[in-house]
């Protein structure tokens, strides 16, 4: 009788271990869900439901203030490659536009903050006092930035012309009026603007290149330039490629600058294919062709995106 009560307990707990095993595997299956439960809430709220909400938007005359939104089917999209088109030519102005800017300002917004930040990077006085000055200015909001430089550039009583005429320099330029100057005004402000942003990433970058790779290099004789172009450019690749695809992208949706700036002048040179979309969109109330420019300009920056993961992806292959 003793025996069997001893293993009576015993024979529940081998009976109940597999339930609680199966339990516990669920429980274990179910938390990384639970974990990305609000991240997929949020992106099916703000991303993929306007994504395809914008999709059906493009396929229709849609104006928000009209009970009647007529399905047109492709005619939209058609509408930005037919000729005589109402939208045809402003929006690849528009474009246009855009990719000057990018031409313009990329390739500033790679170099110099690589340079600043190769240059906070090394061991001086004041070094954080530094770092923190350059990061300063992207603190501030778009707005903000955009008129301040308005009134220092204004060509009428901005303190830039008056400043050049005090110096003996010409004092009528038309920094945000004429070309080629407003480029200069709208590619000077966003690199002064943004360039702390890519400097800590870069500097972020640049600490985790191995110190005993630099030694290594200078053991072999490597000068300087050896040592930037075999050390710290293969060491800073994967962070090069985020801040290349981020800058891209970035400087294709400039918005606020030109709209708050230039007002797209002189005539639409500096009015960006987002400000043309936003003003389609929501000044003349034509949802459905601004929807399709808008998907028209995401493929296009999808497209680009490829190809710069496609020549990192074989500049690194080439490097092996």
Not at 36 to 52: D, N, Q, R, S, T
Not at 196 to 206: D, H, P, V
Not at 256 to 269: C, K, M, Y
């Amino acid at each position: 009788m003793a025996t069997q009560t001893v293993e009576a307990p015993a024979a529940r707990a081998r009976a109940d271990a597999p339930a609680r095993t199966s339990t516990g595997r669920r429980r274990q299956n179910l938390e990384p869900y639970l974990f990305l439960a609000p991240y997929a809430i949020l992106f099916g709220a703000f991303v993929a439901l306007p994504a395809v909400l914008g999709l059906w938007i493009s396929l229709h005359n849609w104006d928000q203030f009209l009970a009647d939104k007529p399905w047109v089917g492709l005619n939209n999209y058609l509408d930005l490659v037919r000729p005589g088109s109402a939208q045809a030519g402003p929006f690849w102005q528009s474009m246009l536009a855009t990719g000057k800017f990018m031409v313009f300002s990329v390739p500033l917004l790679l170099t110099l903050p690589l340079a600043v930040a190769l240059l906070l990077n090394r061991r001086f006085a004041g070094r954080n006092v530094f770092r923190a000055l350059y990061f300063a200015p992207y603190v501030l909001g778009v707005v903000v930035v955009s008129v301040l430089w308005r009134f220092l550039l204004d060509p009428g009583v901005g303190l830039v012309n008056a400043i050049s005429k005090q110096l003996g320099f010409a004092g009528d330029t038309p920094w945000i009026t004429g070309l080629p100057w407003v480029w200069v005004s709208l590619v000077g402000i966003t690199v002064w603007w943004t360039l702390g942003f890519n400097a800590a990433i870069y500097l972020a970058g640049l600490q985790d290149v191995s110190r005993e790779l630099y030694d290594a290099a200078e053991v072999d004789g490597a000068n300087p330039w050896h040592k930037f172009r075999h050390v710290t450019m293969p060491g800073l690749r994967p962070v090069m490629l985020l801040v290349v695809v981020n800058t891209v992208l970035a400087s294709a949706n400039m918005f606020g600058q030109s709209f708050l700036i230039t007002q797209g002048a002189p005539g639409n040179e500096t009015r960006t294919a987002i400000m043309y979309i936003a003003q389609e969109g929501f000044y003349r109330f034509h949802l459905g062709s601004a929807a399709a420019m808008s998907y028209v300009l995401s493929l296009f920056l999808m497209a680009l995106s490829v190809l710069i993961f496609w020549m990192f992806r074989r500049g690194q292959e080439d490097a092996r």
